[in-house]
């Protein structure tokens, strides 16, 4: 899963992304509303965040002119004096918000909750014959024993059940799975596909020769 932060608060930007990469997400950031927008209009995040007040375009203006051509579930991060300000961001198309100061804990529950919105999927618990994938928990079981997991072979197994069915081109996954500052790793994801093979079968990852992978 791969996330932007626009956010201009040095310290809040630098911890939050830490704590997101920690997660096992890929951090893409931007610290004003002009690259925000760049980014978030030529990459396809699995979430963004999203401050208000910033440099250049401001949160309002950037939700606005992406919602002409993306759905990337977005959540918002307001000051805790601006309740109409709240009304005014799920109005305009914004998935949810978060109030500052906010609890880490929180950011992590509301970006799962709209990611897996945004997936049409009501429930944490995607089940793939013996195995569990319980997206609330961030964890995998096998045969209901826990499997110890990367955080991100945890992701790559995460956006593949997501997508299950469908095959899900190595392009997707570098996108989703790497930020912009790893994506030259070329052979980064065949090491992670073994690995989630050697933990949960062979053939709970199938290879679709010259397209990318899939999970039946
Ligand atoms: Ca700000």
């Given at each position: 899963m791969r996330i932007l932060i626009v956010e201009d608060e040095p310290d809040l930007l630098a911890s939050l992304a830490q704590a997101l990469r920690e997660e096992g997400y890929a951090v893409d950031t931007a610290n004003n509303g002009d690259d925000g927008l760049f980014n978030a209009e030529g990459t396809d995040y699995d979430a963004i965040v999203l401050d208000?007040?910033?440099?250049?375009?401001d949160g309002w203006e950037i939700l606005k002119r992406l919602r002409k051509t993306k759905k990337t579930p977005v959540l918002m991060l307001t000051a805790r004096d601006q309740t109409r300000e709240r009304v005014k961001g799920l109005d305009s198309g914004a998935d949810d918000y978060v109030i500052k100061p906010f609890d880490l804990e929180e950011v992590f529950a509301r970006l799962r909750a709209i990611i897996r919105r945004s997936a049409n999927k009501s429930t944490n618990l995607i089940e793939i014959g013996p195995v569990k994938v319980d997206t609330a928990a961030r964890k995998i079981f096998l045969k209901d024993k826990p499997v110890e997991i990367t955080a991100r072979e945890y992701s790559l197994v995460e956006f593949l059940a997501l997508h299950r069915g469908e095959v899900v081109t190595r392009t997707q996954l570098y996108d989703h799975l790497f930020d912009e500052n790893e994506?030259?790793?070329?052979n980064l994801l065949d090491v992670h596909v073994s690995n989630v093979r050697k933990k949960l079968g062979a053939e709970f990852i199938a290879t679709r020769r010259g397209h990318g992978y899939c999970i039946e």
């Open positions: 208000i007040m910033l440099p250049g375009l994506s030259s790793l070329s």
